[in-house]
């Protein structure tokens, strides 16, 4: 196991409602020093939730909303912040009837992501939902998303799809599709 660098100090040289801008500056076993510069969350710590909600064995559902960061409406899956007192399956319902409109009987942790660990520390928790209800809650989102669905069998072609662009959520995707192979679930 390699030794992590040593902190030899850091501040927040940045700041907005959402993001704090921290450099670290680092010394590696080898002794050179390097400063870093990483997106690091305002501090809540109650993290963020992303849903493969199952409609049937074989098809997932997707929203489409507009997303800041690339200025596009994208096509991902439901997700969202885990709110104070939440736990992560609450949470997971919750999104999931405020952005699809959906509620899901059975919910299940999957695994933990990161999006680009080189320089964010935010993390998302990947929640399976079967057994799904029509059910809608009011959410935040300043308009109403539109709801899609997605064979498993066509991740390749959702891959190349011009309005899907989150990795993230293809990993989830391919992560459940697995899951739902090795349980005999998913028709091979």
Known sequence: ?????????S?????????????VQLRFSNGTERTYERLVGRGNGYGAVM?????????????????????????SLPKGLIEPGEDVLAAANRELKEEAGYGARQLEHIT???LSPGY????????????????SLPGDEPEPMRVDR??????????????FSEGRAL???????DLLTQRGVFPV
């Open 1 to 9: 196991m390699r030794q992590k660098p040593t902190v030899l100090s």
């Open 51 to 75: 849903i493969v909600a199952m409609l049937d064995s074989e098809h997932a559902v997707l929203v489409e909303e507009y997303c800041g960061g690339t200025d596009e409406y994208e096509v």
């Open 150 to 163: 997605v064979s498993l069998r066509e991740l390749s072609a959702l891959a190349q799809h011009p309005q």
């Open 171 to 177: 990993a989830a995707l391919y992560l459940v599709r």
């Open 120 to 135: 964010m520390s935010q993390k998302i928790q990947v929640v399976l939902a079967t057994d799904l209800y029509e059910e």
């Open 112 to 114: 933990e992501l990161s």
């Open 11 to 23: 501040e927040i040289v940045a700041s907005s409602r959402l993001f704090r801008v921290e450099a």
